[in-house]
């Protein structure tokens, strides 16, 4: 009962959160800070930076991988897999 009453609350929430973001965004005065495209093409940092990004996104893959293996790992090792 208490876990239905608090998802109901959540949910109202992010209604809530959701719409209020909504109004403020269209209630702010539209002004934009994009650049042009060659600024981000010619700058060398924006590719370091986007490189490294890479990487690290690469690189939690691969842990997650190996946190799974060492878990599926352990598991075998107790006899618990494979679950049926």
Known sequence: MIAALFS?????ALGI???????RGRALPSRTFDKETDFYVH???FWVKAR???LARINDL???LVVLM?????MMARGL???T
């Open 8 to 12: 109901a609350l959540h949910l109202l």
């Open 17 to 23: 959160r959701l719409g209020s973001a909504f109004l």
């Open 43 to 45: 700058n060398g940092l």
């Open 52 to 54: 490294v990004a890479l």
């Open 62 to 64: 691969e842990v997650a």
């Open 70 to 74: 060492v878990f599926v790992a352990a």
């Open 81 to 83: 897999w494979p679950l």
